[in-house]
């Protein structure tokens, strides 16, 4: 990868806040992850989460992938940076970045929350309570559980819990990780995959952190990721330089995601494949996807997906509530059902490239001139 001008990093706003072009391939791997979750959600909403009806088994854990993605990108846009950026800066940077859209994100969590013509009871919560949530939730601050939200601990919007843990991971690195060597990264690596570990033995999935009942594995599965994600970046010159397209390292995402759980006769079997989906395979699709290079037409669809990857993720999920509680509360046949489910990712796409044209750039752009 090469430095860009001024004139170039106008030409592709997609550029890293240093200017930098993006790992295309990453970008559009980002993309793919994101459009599973959202399949994943639309599946596993009408059922309550059971695994029967799921095609996705193990699609929860994107969320890994998205944080050794991160990992990789924060050190590539701000490694070199430090000897003319504080860290005040650096917070700066990705506030602008990231937090526009989880502010959007709640508000139409709230929205989703007080307008829901499926869900009566949630009327019955007083307005003064959910609007204290709402003000937690703009400082992605886990609040109480509201009606049909499950356990969350993000209950306007529930993706937020994630985005917590990546501020954490960001505020460890500026603070502490950045400092580190090769060698003493990688061994803090290796006590956050031990930590990982114990956690997959002790529960047999990785699949925590999201709700009160497991809240406590958040943090560890960003460490564990985030961290290698930037050993990653340290390392990828000395790592084999395989090659693979998008399409196809999209391909082995889905099948990793599409995997079905192994049965409990199997004792820790689901926790095993996952820890080798999350220390193993996810590193290596990381590393194929750096060092690939792609033609022209899957340029544009990476450059496309990575660009709406984050509103997706981050957005999708107070829409489909509504089609959540217009499943579990009105209990539509199933061919019904799935013209809502099919409904509701059109809906989401549409409203995330939107909110990513009308709102999310612009306001970045803003923030940008005013602040930095």
């Known amino acids: 990868m090469t430095g860009t001008n001024t004139a170039e990093a106008i030409v592709h706003p997609d550029a890293t806040a240093t200017g930098k072009p993006h790992y295309e391939v990453l970008d559009g791997l980002r993309g793919t992850a994101a459009v599973m979750v959202v399949i994943f959600h639309i599946m596993g909403m009408p059922i309550a989460w059971s695994d029967q009806g799921q095609w996705l088994h193990h699609a929860a854990m994107a969320v890994d992938f998205f944080f050794g993605l991160s990992g990789f990108v924060v050190a590539y846009a701000y490694d070199a940076r430090w000897t003319r950026m504080s860290v005040g800066q650096f917070c700066t940077f990705r506030l602008i970045r990231l937090h526009p859209l989880v502010l959007l994100g709640v ?3 709230l929205i989703s929350f007080l307008v829901d013509p499926f869900a009566p009871d949630q009327k019955l919560i007083p307005l003064s309570v959910v609007l204290r949530d709402f003000a937690l939730a703009c400082l992605l ?14 209950s306007l919007n529930s993706p937020a819990w994630s985005l917590l843990q990546e501020y954490i991971g960001n505020l460890a690195y500026a603070l ?18 031990a ?17 009160w009942t497991t809240w406590w594995g958040a943090p560890a599965r960003m460490a564990f990721s985030f961290t290698m994600g930037l050993w990653l ?13 998008w399409v196809a390292l999209s391909a082995i995402l889905v099948l990793i995601f599409a995997t079905p759980l192994v049965p409990h006769s199997v004792p820790h079997g689901n926790g095993l494949f996952e820890a080798v989906a999350a220390m193993v395979l996810f590193p290596a699709i990381i590393l194929c996807g750096a060092h690939s290079e792609i033609g ?3 340029l544009a669809l990476c450059k496309f997906a990575g660009r709406i990857s984050y509103p997706l993720y981050i957005l999708h999920y107070p829409f489909l509530l509504i089609y959540m509680n217009y499943a579990l509360f009105r209990k539509p046949p199933a061919s019904t059902l799935y013209l809502a489910g099919a409904g509701s990712f059109v809906l ?15 306001v970045r752009a803003w923030l940008k001139r005013a602040l930095t």
């Open 107 to 109: 508000a139409l969590g």
């Open 141 to 154: 601050l886990p609040h109480a559980v509201l009606p049909n939200r499950w356990t969350d601990t993000h």
């Open 176 to 193: 502490v990780l950045r400092r580190l060597g090769t060698r003493a990264l990688g061994a803090a690596l290796a006590v956050t995959a």
């Open 195 to 211: 930590v990982l570990l114990w956690l997959l033995w002790q529960r047999n999935s990785i699949d925590m952190g999201s709700d």
């Open 233 to 245: 970046y340290r390392v990828r010159e000395r790592a084999p330089k395989l090659r693979l397209s």
């Open 296 to 298: 022209k037409v899957e």
């Open 348 to 362: 989401v796409v549409a409203a995330s490239w939107l909110a990513l044209k009308l709102y999310d750039e612009p």
